[in-house]
T-cell receptor, first 110, second 114 residues
Framework: SQQGEEDPQALSIQEGENATMNCSYKTSINNLQWYRQNSGRGLVHLILIRSNEREKHSGRLRVTLDTSKKSSSLLITASRAADTASYFC??????????FGKGTRLSVIA | EPEVTQTPSHQVTQMGQEVILRCVPI?????FYWYRQILGQKVEFLVSFYNNEISEKSEIFDDRFSVERPDGSNFTLKIRSTKLEDSAMYFC????????????FGDGTRLSIL
């Protein structure tokens, strides 16, 4: 399966620090997406990176994609307490459904 | 900004009963999905729906599950003969046409089977 798997499973940082989460997958994709999930809530789409892109920015978010290594990273700069959430990568190929990883639980301590 | 809405937010049902989970996707979206998330686990795909028919389904989506888009706005998931292991958060998602369009998720329905 084109399963996305994130690491670390949990990450705890101080407010203002940067947080980096990684994702690996197994098969060919045409895009990879990152989502955030606050406790008990739905998934919020953060950023989509196409397979022919290497890096993408959105505000304090920076995503990289290395298709040769089948991996992606999400960097959140200058973290805030409000960034506390679980972060999931999800892969897609064509019109196939998203395949999610297990997520990284990020705790940002004020 | 338009969003996907799901009702109810929490559904408690006796084992063996039928439940219907409701979703209103974003109006100009053409692809619709149901996912579920058992507590503490990853989000799992159930079914995708396009052009008024199921386009793909997973092993989880067995004969007890069905989907319907009865009126051009609602998208429902029905589970018959519910089991304890059906207890989970169920998320509806929709997206526009185009393979590089992101999916937009609702806040989910927490289904508890007793």
């Amino acid at each position: 399966s084109q399963q996305g798997e994130e690491d670390p499973q949990a990450l705890s940082i101080q407010e203002g620090e940067n947080a980096t989460m990684n994702c690996s997958y197994k098969t060919s994709i045409n895009n990879l997406q990152w989502y955030r999930q606050n406790s008990g809530r739905g998934l919020v789409h953060l950023i989509l990176i196409r397979s022919n892109e290497r890096e993408k920015h959105s505000g304090r978010l920076r995503v990289t994609l290395d298709t040769s290594k089948k991996s992606s990273s999400l960097l959140i700069t200058a973290s805030r307490a409000a960034d506390t959430a679980s972060y999931f990568c999800a892969t897609a190929s064509g019109n196939t459904p998203l395949v999610f990883g297990k997520g990284t639980r990020l705790s940002v301590i004020a | 900004e338009p969003e996907v809405t799901q009702t109810p937010s929490h559904q408690v049902t006796q084992m063996g009963q039928e439940v219907i989970l409701r979703c209103v996707p974003i109006s100009n979206h053409l692809y619709f999905y149901w996912y579920r998330q058992i507590l503490g686990q990853k989000v799992e795909f159930l079914v995708s729906f396009y052009n008024n028919e199921i386009s793909e389904k997973s092993e989880i989506f067995d004969d007890r599950f069905s989907v319907e888009r009865p009126d051009g706005s609602n998208f429902t998931l029905k589970i018959r003969s519910t089991k304890l292991e059906d207890s989970a958060m169920y998320f509806c998602a929709s997206r526009r046409n185009g393979q590089l369009q992101p999916q937009h998720f609702g806040d989910g329905t927490r289904l508890s089977i007793l």
